[in-house]
């Protein structure tokens, strides 16, 4: 079956320390995305990627890195520079960049709680 | 710029009753609209999207979103709900501005109730 994987499902991260969260497609699609979503405030962009090697960032990239490597793989790094991790996070993929009205097709989440 | 208003966070109705949840969306580009559905603790799925053509757009499972550009408004209804239909629905907007730009709304919350 196509579709995007994440994992972990729940991750728990010690103050000051860096984790990182997988995502993984079998789409052949050429954009990625990581989102954050808390409660009341929607989907929130983190980063984007349109191509492999390229990644642009978001709007809310502080505290966060990624990077592509491999079509298929877009890995999302929450270090301890960001300060309210806690949060669930969304990874999506879509055949070109979302402005092109491309349906985004989007991973189970991670959720990410803060000890 | 892009904006996504939903205007109502939580929508309680009763099985079978109507529902229609409200989107209202701001650009100064051309735009494609899309209605997605998340079920608890899960990712976000297509419910369906307008692109161009007939401004009345429907799913499988019997929902429909109509396209007022002169309103900018892409509202979506249902005319019977089931208790399956339960979950948090989001209004996206995409449109090109110089580069990628896909802006969801902040959800609404539709519960329904046996």
């Known amino acids: 079956d196509g579709g995007i994987t994440q994992s972990p499902k729940y991750l728990f991260r010690k103050e000051g320390q860096n984790v990182t969260l997988s995502c993984e497609q079998n789409?052949?699609?050429?954009?990625m995305y990581w989102y954050r979503q808390d409660p009341g405030q929607g989907l929130r962009l983190i980063y984007y990627?349109?191509?492999?090697?390229?990644?642009q960032k978001g709007d809310i990239a502080e505290g966060y890195s990624v990077s592509r490597e491999k079509k298929e793989s877009f890995p999302l790094t929450v270090t301890s520079a960001q300060k309210n991790p806690t949060a669930f996070y969304l990874c999506?993929?879509?055949?070109?960049?979302?402005?092109?009205?491309?349906?985004?097709?989007f991973g189970p989440g991670t959720r990410l709680t803060v000890l | 710029a892009q904006s996504v208003t939903q205007l109502d966070s939580q929508v309680p109705v009763f099985e079978e009753a109507p529902v229609e949840l409200r989107c209202n969306y701001s650009s100064s580009v051309s735009v494609y609209l899309f209605w997605y559905v998340q079920y608890p603790n899960q990712g976000l799925q297509l419910l369906l999207k307008y692109l161009s053509g007939s401004t009345l757009v429907e799913s499988i499972n019997g929902f429909e979103a109509e396209f007022n550009k002169s309103q900018t408004s892409f509202h979506l209804r249902k005319p019977s709900v089931h208790i399956s239909d339960t979950a948090e629905y989001f209004c996206?907007?995409?449109?090109?501005?110089?580069?990628?730009?896909?802006?969801f709304g902040a959800g609404t919350r539709l519960f329904v109730k046996a």
């Open positions: 999506a993929s879509s055949m070109r960049s979302g402005g092109s009205g491309d349906t985004q097709y």
């Open positions: 789409l052949n699609h050429d954009a």
């Open positions: 990627s349109q191509i492999v090697n390229d990644f």
């Open positions: 996206a907007v995409s449109g090109y501005t110089g580069g990628f730009k896909t802006i």
